[in-house]
Each structure stands twice: as C-alpha cells, then as structure tokens.
C-alpha cells in the first residue's frame, strides 16, 4: 500500500523495524464468549457482532487453535516472513481466568515462528490480576492488549448492547500504561444516531488515551448480527465511501504520530457481508482515504495534541 510512514504510520513497518522482516497475525478462536453474551451482562453479544464473536473467517477457524496457529506460522515462514503474531481475536480471549490465559500464552510462544501475542479484549475484562499477567507477558515478550472502546458515547455503548461504559476504557487505558503494556484502542465510524461531531469527539478521546496502536473501520452490516435486522427495515443508516475517507483522515491527524495504525476499514467475506458493498474492497478503501489525506494535505498525527492522558 501506499502513502508512507509519514503520511501513514502502519503497524507492518513498526514490525518489520523490530523484527527485520515482514510479520503477520494468526487470528485464533480460543473458543471463549462474552459478558454480554453468557448472561452476565446481557445476551445476544455487540449489535454489531456475528455469531462468531467477530473472529477469523476462513476453513481454518475450524480447527482448535493451537492447530490453527501452527497451520498459519507454518504457511507465513514458508512464504519469507520474519514471524507471526498470535492474535486471539474472537470474542473476549481476556475473559478467562488468569491463569488459563497464561496456559494459552505459553502454548502459543511455543509454537515456531510466534514472535509475540496479541489479547482481543473488552475493557471490563481488564481487572488488576489480568493485568498483571498480561504486565507480566510483556516484561518477557512482545504483546499487546486490543481494547474495544468503539466509542466515547454511553448512550451508544448502551444501544449497542455493549455492557460496559466509556469510563471501563478510560479505567483500562490507565491501568495499561501504568504497567507498561502496548495496547490499541478499537474505533467504530458511523454508529447509529451518531453525528460527525460526536465521531469526532471520541477521534479526539482515543488520542488523548494514547494507545500504542489503533483499529478503525466503518459500522458495516452482517450476517446474524443484530443490526442485520435493523438494516433490512430500512432503520440504519451506513455511511458512503467519500464520508468515511473524510472521518478516517480526521482521525488520523488528531492520533499521535508514533500511533500505529493496524486497520483502517474493516473486511468480511461474500456470504458474510450484508452492507456497505464498498466495505468488500479493503485497497479502494484504504486507497479513498491516502487520497483525501493527500488533498487535503494531511498526515497522522497533524492535529494531535503532545502531552494528553
């Protein structure tokens, strides 16, 4: 892709720095769930959210994950990678005991080719004790904690059946830095019932959070989740390819420029997929954004404010 760490801070040059060489991520399903899913906070999980817990895709999901990322390791060193990361994406991997997230850390670094882990997690799955192992992991290797924030809005936290306030991230976020841990702060572009403005708002929030990394992509419609429903009658409303080029270049002149950026769209299969249809072209997406940050004469970090959090 282009545009450049200048223009652009993409998390593969930040690896390929460390590591000498291209890395990519195994996405796993460690086969957990969510708070809002198991009845303990709620049911049905995210609005957003397929039954896979937004997951990998692919034949391999289906096999347990130690296979998987055996699989994906393999396959990435027999094509010149560096190494990989162990992702452990679907639904809450945090959301476990402590030491079962241990068990699974040391499964994974054990596997050739792993170079480091990252923990898909919400942020009231982030307590003290989990932390600390987490503290602890990144003490010896390198790891990450993916934290979805989505938003800075209670009112859209709770009609998106997330469970959990924005002062859970800002708690999260806290207790992340104060202990070391690289994490990256999961945004959501063009919620229902919300306006640019308050987009902009949370923009501006993540940044003052000031994550390692960050995740952005557009609200987009799938299969068995519940907005699909929503979206059939005609009672959601997704935002065109031109508009989210325009919020995605905000967001990334108010993000620091040592941010690094790990998506800025976001990609479901056909048969997966329900809308936008532009949502399927991850290269003509992430090409209408470096084209307005080139109009506009734009780069990461532009707007950011030094000294934030």
Not at 165 to 181: D, N, P, Q, V
Not at 265 to 293: H, Q, S
Request: with cysteine.
């Amino acid at each position: 892709m282009s545009g450049g760490p200048k223009q652009i801070n993409w998390l593969s040059h930040d690896l390929k720095s460390r590591f000498g060489g291209r890395v990519v991520k195994v996405a796993l399903d460690s086969g957990g769930t969510c708070p809002n899913r198991d009845g303990s906070l709620g049911a049905g999980g995210c609005s957003w959210c397929d039954a896979g817990g937004s997951g990998p895709d692919g034949p391999d999901r289906r096999l347990p994950w130690p296979e998987a990322l055996a699989l994906g390791a393999r396959k990435a060193m027999a094509n010149g990678c560096a190494g990989v990361i162990a992702y452990f994406q679907a639904y809450t991997s945090t959301y476990v005991e402590p030491a079962a997230l241990a068990e699974m850390a040391e499964r994974a670094l054990s596997v050739a080719g792993v170079v480091g882990l990252a923990f898909g997690a919400r942020p009231d799955c982030l307590n003290g004790e989990m932390v600390e192992n987490i503290a602890s992991l990144s003490a010896k290797k390198f790891v990450w904690a993916e934290v979805g924030m989505q938003t800075m809005h209670d009112e859209t936290l709770a009609a998106m059946n997330r469970g959990h306030s924005h002062a859970a991230t800002a708690k999260a976020c806290e207790a992340l830095r104060e202990r070391k841990i690289r994490f990256v702060l999961h945004l959501i572009a063009g919620l229902p019932g919300e306006t640019n403005e308050m987009m902009e708002a949370s923009f501006a929030e993540a940044s003052r959070l000031l994550p390692w990394g960050i995740k952005l992509h557009p609200l987009h419609v799938v299969k068995g989740s519940m907005l699909e429903a929503l979206h059939a009658k005609g009672e959601i409303r997704l935002l065109e390819l031109d508009g989210y080029a325009k919020l995605a270049a905000d967001m990334l002149e108010l993000m620091a420029p040592s941010a690094t950026i790990h998506r800025l769209t976001g990609e479901r299969p056909e048969g997966i997929l329900v809308a936008p249809d532009w949502c399927a072209n991850k290269r003509g997406v992430i090409g209408a954004i470096e084209r307005e940050m080139s109009l506009r004469g734009g780069r990461q970090g532009l707007r950011w404010k030094e000294g934030t959090a």
